[in-house]
């Protein structure tokens, strides 16, 4: 069966606002989401976090909009929001009900033209340690919560952006002055450097006409610096190992490894590769390591699309009480270096596509969901019919492609490995019924 093509229109306003319009009447809700091209590559040493603290700050109020009203006030008109941050850009977004557009419209333009007005030294050290928190929450404290922080450590030497994760360190965030925030607002923040995507129940006319009202007297910066050189070589180089002992209720093992940029044909490959290996119970990591070697209590693999250099293909094994961390480590990579020397076999194949065009479907089918892969991919390609074309891609992928795409990632050159240990051993007793109700499941 064909699938229905997602028709929208793609246009600017003088200031260089990007905005997209795709109509949909199915429903009577509407999805707006900005994409601002700045994320936490976009900071420099010594002043990481300031994209994420901005998720924050955000929200705290604009000139004429009070402190925390703007959540108040979408979810008054019966809509949802929120805001999210990742190494490549900053979103921010809403749900509403269709005829609350021109509302949502409005609170976005507000705050991308005034936030300054309202920000303060309270607000800001307010936000601050709400950030803090979210960091001992989230990272330090959480049982393998760093996981993502050290890989990115071992994958990306220090001088590149991508060395470091999106919250930043404790430091740079309390050694943030206002004026440093703001000087970050002014060069990224400005209608320059975003993509507005307005998906639903929606008549264009009158979202042109409120885009160009609230939008275009908000000044554009032509003086956003560009990034450095991004590149790096496409493998490691060597093995990066490190053993954590942290306070976490059994061992884990995490692999890691540098992958083509997201777009790259060979990083579609991956993708299908990760349904291949670790898509359910029928996948080959956890068939081997899960139901029957019986060594691993889950197992997971996942790929992390960057545009800067190399993206993140990566994975888990959670060590069962009583096994040997390096036989599960020893089994994981066996099945990684196969899948780079045998081709998958069809019905592998098959089940993979049928994940992932199951996924694929299931997003596009939400409005909120089109709205975010519109501006993706504008602001990441400057190619919006990228969301009619994906699924094509990733379902035309051959077992070649997978092969050779793993031969070329799952290398020992190429290869970062985190063993988490406990810190008290044995494992506690929760630990251990929670281990014996997994391995009954498996059995099932």
Do not use: C
């Not at 003088?14 to 795709?22: E, H, Q, S, T, V």
């Not at 989230?138 to 994958?155: F, M, V």
């Not at 694929?360 to 993706?376: K, N, P, S, T, W």
Request: avoid cysteine; glycine fraction near 6%; hydrophobic fraction near 45%.
């Amino acid at each position: 069966m064909p699938i229905p093509a997602v028709r929208f229109t793609d246009e600017r306003l003088p200031n260089g606002l990007r905005y997209i319009i795709a109509e949909d009447h199915l429903a009577p809700v509407v999805a707006v989401d900005i994409w601002y091209d700045v994320g936490s590559k976009h900071e420099v040493p010594g002043k990481t976090g300031f994209a994420h603290l901005f998720e924050h700050v955000m929200f705290q109020g604009s000139a004429h909009v009070g402190k925390a009203e703007h959540i108040a006030l979408v979810q008054a008109a019966g809509g949802t929001m929120n805001g999210t941050t990742w190494l490549d850009r900053t979103n921010y977004f809403e749900t509403m009900p269709s005829h609350q557009l021109e509302l949502a419209l409005w609170l976005e333009a507000d705050r991308m033209g005034t936030l300054l007005d309202a920000l303060s030294q309270e607000n800001l050290d307010n936000q601050r340690e709400v950030v803090k928190n979210e960091k001992r929450w989230s990272y330090d404290n959480r049982p393998y919560g760093t996981w993502n922080e050290k890989l990115q450590a071992h994958l990306y030497p220090p001088e590149h952006p991508y060395h470091h994760p999106t919250i930043g360190s404790m430091a740079d965030l309390d050694a943030a002055s206002l004026d440093d925030v703001k000087a970050f607002f002014r060069t990224y923040y400005a209608p320059n450097n975003a993509v507005l995507a307005i998906v639903g129940d929606v008549d264009p006319a009158d979202a042109r006409r409120w885009v160009a009202r609230y939008f275009s007297a908000i000044p554009a910066n032509p003086a956003i610096p560009p990034l450095a050189d991004l590149r790096l070589p496409p493998t490691l180089g060597g093995e990066h190992r490190e053993i954590v002992e942290d306070r976490v209720p059994l061992p884990r093992v995490y692999l890691g490894f540098r992958a083509p940029v997201f777009g790259d044909p060979r990083f579609d490959a991956l993708e299908v590769a990760s349904q291949i290996l670790a898509g359910g119970k029928g996948s080959r990591l956890y068939r081997r390591l899960v139901r029957d070697e019986r060594v691993a209590q889950d197992v997971v693999m996942f790929s992390l699309g960057f545009i800067g250099g190399a993206s993140v293909t990566a994975g888990w094994a959670t060590v069962r009480p009583g096994v040997a961390i390096a036989r599960v480590e020893a089994l994981f990579i066996e099945e990684l270096e196969r899948l780079g020397r045998e081709p998958v076999t069809a019905d592998e194949l098959a089940r993979a596509r049928a994940l992932v065009e199951t996924d694929e479907l299931g997003a596009l089918q939400r409005v909120e969901e089109r709205a975010d892969r519109l501006a993706m991919y504008a602001t990441l390609f400057d190619d919006p019919d990228l969301i009619n074309r994906m699924l094509g891609r990733f379902l035309a992928v051959t077992p070649d492609a997978i092969r050779a795409a793993a031969a070329g990632v799952f290398r020992s050159d190429n290869r970062a490995v985190l063993t988490y240990v406990p810190a008290t051993a044995p494992a506690d007793a929760a630990a251990l019924d929670a281990a014996e109700a997994v391995d009954d499941e498996a059995a099932a």
